[in-house]
Structures are given as C-alpha cells and as structure tokens.
C-alpha cells in the first residue's frame, strides 16, 4: 500500500513539474522571465478550472504509467514474447480499432461534395491596405488572434490579402465566475505589462500597413457567461464595477498613446447595464478625457441594446450580430437571406431612433452544417464526432450577410470571428470552428471587402 502510494505521489509531483516546465516554456516565448512565468503559474492554481484540468491531466498520466508498469511486469515474469502477445490483444489492436473507428466518422462527418472555384483575382496582393473605409465608410473587420513578439508580418499580410482593413485587437482580463467580487486589474493603470507591450507592437504594425484598430477589451469569466455576472448588494456591484473601470481607463490610455481610431468599452456586460447605468455614463466621461477616438459598446443581438441609454455618448451602435437565421441545417442562400428580414427592420429603426451607425463588432458561423440555427454556440474539440462539417453553409452564411445589408446607409460594417493567424491550412477539411481562413467563407469575405460597388 504505502509503495502505491510513493507511486501516485511521484506521477502527482512529476505532473505539477511538467506544467510548471510548460508555463516557462509558453512564458519565455511570450518574453516572460521564469520568475513571472512561476508566478503565473501560482495565480492560476487560484482559478478552479485550472485546478480540475491539472488533475485531469494527472489522472492521465497516471493511467499511462499504470498501463507501462503492468506491461514491464509481464516481461519480467513471462518473458518478451509473452509481454508482446498482450501487449497488441490487450492495447495495440484496441486502440488501432478505436483510432480507426474515429478517423471513419471524422471522414463522414467532414466529407461535403462542394464544389467552390477559388478567386485569386480578388486579393490583395499589394502588401498595404487600399483604405476603402474612407469611401464608405465601411469597417471591413476581422478579429484577430495568435499575435507574438517575434514577427507579425505573414500574419498581417494574410489579413491584408484578404482585403481586411480593420482589426479588432482583443486583450482578456479574467474573472473567476459570475458571482466573483472583484476581476483582474493592472498594478498601476497606465503602466504596461510585457503583455500591453505586444499589444502595442502589434497595433503599431497593423498601422504601418494602413490596417486600421479597435481596441475591444473582453472580460473573460472561468465559468458562466459575463452577461449573468451577479452580485448581491450595490455595495458589492459597485466593487466590481470599480475593478472594471480601472481595466477600461488603463485600455483607454493605451488606445490614446497608440492613436487607436475606435476603442469598445464593454461586451455583453447585460446584469451591470441593468443594475449600474448611472456608472456607465460616469465611466464613459473618465474615458473621453483619456481617449479622443471613437467609441463603441458590444451588445449582445438579444436584446440588450435595448438597456443602454448611452447610445447618444457613443459613434456606433454596436451589436453581436449572432442573430438565428433558419430553422433547419444545411438551408440554401434564398433562405438564409429571409431570415435576415426581422433582423433587418429591427437594426434600421434602431438606427434611426439613436441617429447612430450599426456596427456588428461580432458576426461568426461554425463551418458545420447547423452554423445558422443557432450562430452563437461555440464547438468543441469533439465537434467533428458529432456534428457535420458544411463549408457551404459557412460560406452562404456570409454570402446572405453581405448581400442583405453591406449597402445599407445605416450599416458600418462587420468584425468577423475569428481569425488566427497561426491556423494551419491542413487543419481546414476537418475544422468546424468560426475560422473561415483557407475555406470558400474566406474568399467570399474577401470579395466583398475588396470591392466597395459589389451589389
């Protein structure tokens, strides 16, 4: 007993000492000293989620050595041929099976017989942006992940070919859940971490290629939905709101220094509008004696742009346009492009009423076959077991999009989620994710942005 024990204790040590290598690894890479790269590691053993994926992690390595012990057992007692002879009936044959049962449903549920000519002609491959945005007024929008200290310039340059004039540059600060007091601030506002500093470098090489910036800082919760935050007191509600103002006046600084031409000041943030608009015109006053650009708020297509009251301090009424668009999968263009209509007259009279632009500062669809039912819902890694691929109902998507509204005069235009520009273009036949990089959804994307008379 005690000599299983060691065991468990020794896979246990060796499991936290393997994540700690990773964390300095990923942290030398992001230009992180080892000691910040340990203290990150400390601050994220106090997030729970974190703390189950550890011990996740470590139930499977430990049934990996269990696995290796029982095999080097048998060799010691019966010998290599016998050790050998289990070792492909009782693991090799299973796994090779179940591997092979996998690779079929990923090749049934990705196969699609779509037949998409690729349009080189419309790309730009000039190297800098053409700025349309200052002939219509357009926001041809990506949000953009993936960025790194080192070199930035393929990325930024794919973004560039795909016509892609504006970028939306997306720091996280964190929250534990919805019911978390207080979120992650800076140590000082306006006084940047090595992580600020990518940010910086990156918006500054969006702009030497003409790509114009939003700065969109998101909160990002452990668990739950940012929009369900609840606290249970205006004392506790103000405490919260206290740490989420020092996040957006430490954002507004770096948008001023770096001459960001739209700054967002909040996402899906709908129990704080409920709960908190009087702090929310406050802020907003703090913000424009720091920032001199645009302004945006994120809100959500469900209807909380309908709690805002301070549309009229802002330049865009901004919506994430995760709007539902038909009833079934796999629908044709005409039937996207109608589920469009309720949409539509909603977005003009809200318009209209505020005297402002709409800017969808999100709008994404799943490369799956039900993409349109419910935009919204994020895949998992275990999407393709269960889901069926559809890069024509991703590239429709966009097709009905554009066609529907990209010629409205109170349209300003779409942030499209998401791109990385680490993807790899193996990956795309079998990724059902938002990404549209290296599938038809791209090229359309491209040609609309390209080409300011398309109807």
Known sequence: MKKELFSILKVYVSTWFITLLVFIIIGYRSDLSILESIKFFGEALTRLNFVVALHIFFLTIYIIYLIFRYFIRIYKKKGVKTMIKQFSFRLLIPVLVLYGTIQLIVINNSSENLQYTWDNTVENISGCSNDLYRID?????????????????????????????????IPFFYQENEKTLEMGTPKTVGQWSKRDSLFIKTIRQLKDKNIHVMLKPHLWLGSGWRSNITQTSSSDWDTWFESY????????????????????????????????????????????TVYKGKLTYAANWDGEYELIDFWDEL???????YFPLTLNSNPNLDTIKNGWDTHMNMLSELSKKHQKPVLFTEIGYKSESSATIKPWEWGSFFSILTKQKSDRTQQLAYQALYQQLWHKDWFAGTYIWQWNTRSEKENAPTNLDFSPRYKPA??????????????
């Open 137 to 169: 007024g357009k926001h041809r929008g990506m949000s953009v992940f993936g960025w790194n200290n080192s070199n930035n310039e393929k990325g930024i340059d794919d973004l560039v070919r795909t016509n892609v004039e504006w970028v939306a540059v």
């Open 442 to 455: 791209e090229n359309v994307i491209t040609k609309w942005y390209g080409n300011y008379s398309l109807k």
């Open 245 to 288: 103002r020092s996040n957006m006046l430490h954002y507004a600084k770096l948008a001023a220094m770096t001459n960001v031409e739209l700054l967002c000041i909040g996402t899906e943030l709908k129990s704080s509008l409920k709960s908190q608009p009087a702090q929310w015109r406050t802020l907003l006053k703090e913000i424009k």
């Open 315 to 321: 330049d865009y009424i901004g919506i994430q346009a």
